[in-house]
């Protein structure tokens, strides 16, 4: 039952909570130019725009940015040339230029000692700035895609101060027992009863306003569509992703960020090891926006120091009756309401600490919503909708040993867990539990490949399942799921999963005899540019 890195960023593969360019190639400078001037004409001039996640390690996340910014933010820091300056001391005497050697031997151990006090950037640091901000997803940039730098078009609109990042998410969830209960596709029940197969695909659009004086200022516009082989997990849409204003205050410490936000992205941390995520369904039956239904939002978030931070959202809940129904009534995301939505208010607190050589990874988080929305009352069905939904989760990641802490000490052994909850009489799931164990570079030939564990219980609501027994219906108060998958990183920008997921009682709520049991096949690729 899990995401694949964009559970986050698309659908999911929890069947059981899903029941209810071309290349430019410039002759010159000058062509580059008029290029990216072009680009940012048709960007911004364009009014009916909106209509229409090492680099997997969430250390390139706001929480970590702001910090880090907040650190190097003393021009000092850095030259004009784009190219750190550190101070150097000699480790011995005899290594500076003594004022008694020959002025031809002291000139060369000065020219070396000034090589020794340069540091030259990465080549892809320059991007670093157009990434979008804002979210716990750490989304990867220019250096991580399949097409990099070629043609010199992502530099040229890097030179305007436009970035852009865009992939392909396909995933196929197929059950290998023998007993599948296969069906008509109007009537399947659950992912991989029938062969199903999902494909996203997004691109994002930023716009550095830090150039014109406001600090960390962003444009961001993003746009996603989706296919499904089965229709009630999508449907199928062409459609607004985000449209987001950003910028920082008191030197950082208070980041802002509205406009159509997806705050499935913004809270709770649900992916963990870059490409396996929680099923983060509890909260989202309860309003919490997704990539497919961004929804009107504001968002501010305190950084106390550089690991303790608090983050509040004022967001137009999503419709009361699932994204399913939030699709249906709005397909382009861009309206400002829909049926019985009204406002939802999140609040988050946690502690992150990026992992350092001998200072392990450790994030914690916890928070609560409350929803205005009106939803249907499971546990009088023939009374009004009333309001007053909410939800809770509490979850943690840890990394309990460093494979390579030097170079790499993101890389090793982690383990976590999930724990989210909401009312039985307005949600279908009312408790989820999730443990977790995963490693980040398993082995030294493949350091950015991923290995997860997950095991999960879903609690659906007791009112919903005595509704059922009543009517002589089987019915389970509970799925269990344990997967195991593998991510490889087979190319910058390429990613490719397989996994198997063992899932006993798939179905929400009612099931037959030969829907008990589910071993879906899990293959997922990644494909960013």
């Given at each position: 039952m899990r995401d694949w890195f964009l559970a986050a960023t698309s659908f999911r593969t929890s069947s059981a909570a899903l029941a209810s360019?071309?290349?430019?190639?410039?002759?010159?400078?000058?062509?580059?130019?008029?290029?990216?001037?072009?680009?940012?004409?048709?960007?911004?001039?364009?009014?009916?725009?909106?209509?229409?996640?090492?680099?997997?390690?969430?250390?390139?996340?706001?929480?970590?940015?702001?910090?880090?910014?907040?650190?190097?933010s003393s021009p000092a820091t850095k030259s004009r040339t784009g190219v750190t300056r550190q101070v150097v001391q000699p480790r011995h005497p005899r290594s500076a230029a003594r004022a008694d050697m020959p002025a031809e031997r002291r000139n060369n151990?000065?020219?070396?000692?000034?090589?020794?006090?340069?540091?030259?950037?990465?080549?892809?640091?320059?991007?670093?700035?157009?990434?979008?901000?804002?979210?716990?997803?750490?989304?990867?940039?220019?250096?991580?895609?399949?097409?990099?730098?070629?043609?010199?078009?992502?530099?040229?609109?890097?030179?305007?101060?436009?970035?852009?990042?865009?992939?392909?998410?396909?995933?196929?969830?197929?059950?290998?027992?023998?007993?599948?209960?296969?069906?008509?596709?109007?009537?399947?029940?659950?992912?991989?009863?029938?062969?199903?197969?999902?494909?996203?695909?997004?691109?994002?659009?930023t716009y550095d306003l830090s150039r014109f004086g406001i600090p960390d200022g962003q444009i961001v516009v993003g746009a996603e569509q989706q296919y499904w082989t089965w229709d009630r997990p999508g449907p199928d849409r062409v459609g607004l992703n985000t449209l987001a204003y950003y910028q920082t205050f008191l030197d950082r410490k208070l980041e802002l960020k509205f406009g159509y936000l997806r705050n499935q992205n913004e809270f709770t941390g649900t992916l963990f090891g870059g490409m396996t995520g929680s099923n983060m369904f509890a909260l989202i039956q309860a309003g919490v926006s997704t990539n497919a239904a961004p929804t009107p939002a504001v968002n501010l978030k305190y950084n106390f120091d550089d690991r303790f931070y608090n983050k509040i959202s004022v967001q137009r809940s999503i419709s009361p009756d699932g994204p399913y129904a939030e699709i249906r009534e709005n397909p382009a995301g861009v309206d400002w309401s829909t049926a019985n939505a009204g406002t939802l208010l999140i609040d988050e607190i946690g502690y992150r600490s990026k992992a350092a050589p001998g200072s392990p990874d450790t994030w914690l988080r916890a928070g609560a919503g409350f929803n205005t929305s009106r939803y249907k009352n499971l546990a009088d069905p023939d009374q009004q909708r009333v309001s007053g939904n909410n939800f809770h989760y509490i979850a943690a990641d840890r990394q309990f040993w460093?494979?390579?802490?030097?170079?790499?000490?993101?890389?090793?052994?982690?383990?976590?867990?999930?724990?989210?909850?909401?009312?039985?009489?307005?949600?279908?799931?009312?408790?989820?539990?999730?443990?977790?164990?995963?490693?980040?570079?398993?082995?030294?030939?493949?350091?950015?490949?991923?290995?997860?564990?997950?095991?999960?219980?879903?609690?659906?609501?007791?009112?919903?399942?005595?509704?059922?027994?009543?009517?002589?219906?089987?019915?389970?108060?509970?799925?269990?799921?344990?997967?195991?998958?593998?991510?490889?990183?087979?190319?910058?920008?390429?990613?490719?999963?397989v996994g198997l997921s063992y899932i006993h009682n798939p179905t929400s709520v009612t099931h037959t005899l030969q829907t008990e049991h589910a071993l879906n096949l899990l293959v997922s690729t990644l494909i960013f540019f």
């Open positions: 360019a071309f290349t430019f190639r410039p002759t010159g400078k000058r062509y580059r130019r008029a290029v990216a001037v072009s680009l940012a004409a048709c960007l911004f001039g364009n009014s009916a725009l909106a209509q229409t996640g090492d680099e997997f390690d969430s250390g390139n996340d706001t929480v970590d940015q702001a910090s880090k910014r907040r650190q190097a151990v000065d020219r070396s000692a000034h090589t020794r006090t340069q540091k030259p950037i990465g080549p892809f640091a320059r991007y670093d700035n157009l990434r979008e901000k804002g979210l716990w997803l750490a989304i990867p940039g220019p250096a991580d895609t399949i097409d990099q730098e070629n043609g010199g078009v992502r530099s040229a609109l890097a030179d305007v101060g436009i970035g852009y990042i865009g992939w392909t998410h396909n995933t196929f969830v197929d059950n290998q027992l023998p007993n599948a209960a296969r069906s008509p596709i109007a009537n399947q029940l659950y992912m991989g009863q029938n062969p199903t197969f999902a494909s996203a695909n997004f691109l994002i659009v460093q494979t390579d802490a030097v170079r790499s000490p993101s890389r090793g052994l982690y383990g976590g867990f999930s724990i989210m909850g909401a009312p039985p009489d307005l949600n279908r799931i009312s408790q989820y539990y999730e443990l977790r164990l995963y490693t980040k570079g398993p082995f030294d030939c493949r350091p950015q490949d991923l290995i997860a564990l997950v095991a999960s219980n879903t609690t659906w609501s007791k009112f919903a399942v005595d509704a059922a027994l009543a009517k002589g219906q089987l019915a389970h108060r509970d799925t269990l799921a344990i997967t195991g998958t593998y991510t490889a990183h087979l190319a910058p920008g390429i990613y490719a999963s």
